[in-house]
């Protein structure tokens, strides 16, 4: 059983009150007793409290993160990455994490109210922003703690008054559309993510630029998926039935340009040299595909990592405009889009 409060003051001779806030780190309480209480505390086995602590601050020292899903079961690595991001930043700070899947709808609204109104959790990672985002909108409203891994369209003064990490999806695309139009592409196609999606949008923009500024704006071919492989092969599927074929696809996440490199594949194309393939994530699957492929790195890991900072900032009332990131996108060249890439 472990030992008591009352027990470290009867063996320290520090009254209650002193014990408890030696061993929270108060501030009015002096190094050295603050040393001498947590020697006494190990000595004995202490251990605190955490749901009456929890009680005490008003705080659940939970972080909430609802991923929106399309589907009976989520298995995006990307989110793998950022997930661990996220956790293990928690619990650098003492913070657990609460996460749960819903698809995106009213019922995934009722979620976040129900947890803000019970204080399950002291605030939120939002992901997979959309343009007009509900979930954003509420939590502005309720001024309950919240981080946004994305942004939102602007059709308002004061729309963009959050907090949020992004990668310069448009830049992105742009440095995508640029390298493959240097090796010779002309017909290059775009396999899109759903269009209530924020990200959406930038990233169409950048490779539309990309082509413009070589007068090959008629020449994009635009596919939209589900950003699942399965969607990417399909999407690819239809693309290589076209006349004139493309000779470049470009999809806006890895798991589609992984299911992308199937399809070509088993219709006996050559990826590469018959239709070049790229992606958008950097996740570890990029890496070790066949052929390995070309892709956007965005740092998920880090990326997961400064949102959960950021959020545990303001759950804590730290005082400051809030901040947003906005992070550069880096191309990574394998051999998907035919480069020749040294060992």
Known sequence: MSATLKEIARRTGKSITTVSRALADYGDVSPETKALVRRVADELGYTPNLLAQRLQKRRSDTIGLILPTFGPRFSDPFFSEFLAGVGNTAAEHNYDLLVSTQEPGERELQVYRQKVQSRQVDGFVIVRTRRQDARIA????????????????????????????????????????????????????????????????????????????????????????????????????????????????????????????????????????????????????????????????????????????????????????????????????RQSCGAVVPD
Not at 292 to 311: A, D, F, S, W
């Open 138 to 333: 509420y939590l502005r409203e309720a001024a309950f703690p919240f981080v946004a891994f994305g942004r939102t369209e602007t059709t308002a003064a004061g729309d963009l008054d959050f907090s949020f990490v992004d990668v310069d999806g448009a830049q992105g695309m742009r440095l995508i559309g640029e390298y493959l139009i240097g090796l010779g592409h002309r017909r290059i196609a775009c396999l899109a993510p759903p269009p209530d999606l924020f990200f959406a949008g930038p990233r169409l923009e950048g490779l539309r630029q990309a082509m413009e500024a070589h007068n090959l704006e008629d020449a994009c071919q635009v596919v939209l998926g589900d950003l699942t492989q399965k969607g990417g092969y399909e999407a690819t599927l239809e693309l290589l039935e076209r006349q004139p074929r493309p000779t470049a696809i470009v999809a806006c996440n890895d798991l589609m340009a992984l299911g992308a490199l199937r399809a070509i594949q088993e219709r006996g194309l050559r990826v590469g040299e018959d239709v070049a393939v790229t992606g958008f994530d950097g996740i570890p699957m990029s890496e070790h595909s066949h052929p390995p492929l070309t892709t956007i790195h965005q740092p998920i890991y880090q990326i997961g990592k400064m949102v959960t900072e950021e959020l545990i900032r303001l759950i804590h009332g730290t005082e400051g405009a809030p901040r947003q990131v906005m992070l550069e996108p880096e191309l990574v060249i």
